[in-house]
């Protein structure tokens, strides 16, 4: 049985294609052991979605926080929105719209030693309930 070579360009391209997919695969398995070490920052309301701020939670150490999901047991007829807060100031939001149960956003904040994270809901959807948002930093 004789084998048939590809032409230059084309096995090129195979290399090429190769070499980027193991380079993504290195940036990826960089980018997920670094959040092993940290479970996402949880602020959970069960129940009916009210427009309330979390109770803070504190960065001894500072974080990197990257993303910001959020998640709703029952889609709400309206949309429901969150925003993390940095010692009391919006850093960013979300928005879960109006019969959507998730809504994630890329956060990229530094949090100092010390700082205050909240979270604050200041749009409750008509009828949403069970609120999760998980914040995920390293």
Do not use: C, K, W
Not at 46 to 62: K, L, N
Not at 67 to 91: I, Y
Not at 118 to 136: N, R, S, W
Request: glycine share 8%; proline share 5%; hydrophobic share 35%.
């Amino acid at each position: 049985m004789s084998q048939s070579r590809l032409p230059v360009s084309l096995g090129r391209t195979i290399s090429d294609l190769a070499r980027r997919v193991a380079n993504l695969e290195r940036q990826l398995r960089g980018s997920t052991t670094a959040y092993r070490d940290h479970p996402p920052l949880r602020f959970v309301q069960s129940g009916a979605v009210t427009a309330t701020t979390s109770p803070p939670a504190i960065f001894p150490d500072g974080a990197d926080v990257r993303t910001m999901t959020v998640l709703l047991g029952t889609a709400g007829s309206t949309a429901t929105t969150v925003q993390v807060e940095r010692n009391g100031t919006s850093v960013q939001s979300a928005t879960v719209a109006a019969s959507s149960t998730m809504s994630l956003v890329s956060v990229g904040e530094d949090f100092t030693p010390g700082d205050r994270v909240t979270v604050t809901v200041t749009a409750a959807g008509t009828g949403a309930e069970d609120l999760d948002v998980q914040l995920v930093y390293r």
